[in-house]
Nanobody, 121 residues
């Protein structure tokens, strides 16, 4: 089992930045990828960014060039740096972890509890 705990959410003005962090514990040796999903009210859950242990990254088109995913295996943490935030980035952000990859794509089976990000003036 893997436990994930997010931190760093909050209220930020449009154009601002936030850094989300995810602390992993438990069977961390089994993690082959980490990522971030988000869900806004009335919208489907969306994969924002993902990174495999091999370093491959994937971003949603809506955040490319603004968000950066990173992972510190020594500290068992994963971060999401969010710059140039827009009101449409407002959502609950979930940290996720995958033990397995299928055709190179992570199968996320561990989820954090979520952290709220609100972008508003």
């Amino acid at each position: 089992q893997v436990q994930l705990v997010e931190s760093g959410g909050g209220l930020v003005q449009p154009g601002g930045s936030l850094r989300l962090s995810c602390a992993a514990s438990g069977s961390i040796f089994s993690i082959n990828a980490m990522g971030w999903y988000r869900q806004a009210p009335g919208k489907q859950r969306e994969l924002v960014a993902a990174q495999t242990s091999g370093g491959n990254t994937n971003y949603a088109d809506s955040v490319k060039g603004r968000f950066t995913i990173s992972r510190d295996t020594a500290k068992n943490t994963g971060d999401l740096q969010m710059n140039s935030l827009k009101p449409e980035d407002t959502a609950v952000y979930y940290c996720v972890a995958a033990r397995r990859l299928r055709f190179g794509a992570p199968i996320f089976d561990y989820w954090g509890q979520g952290t709220q990000v609100t972008v508003s003036s």
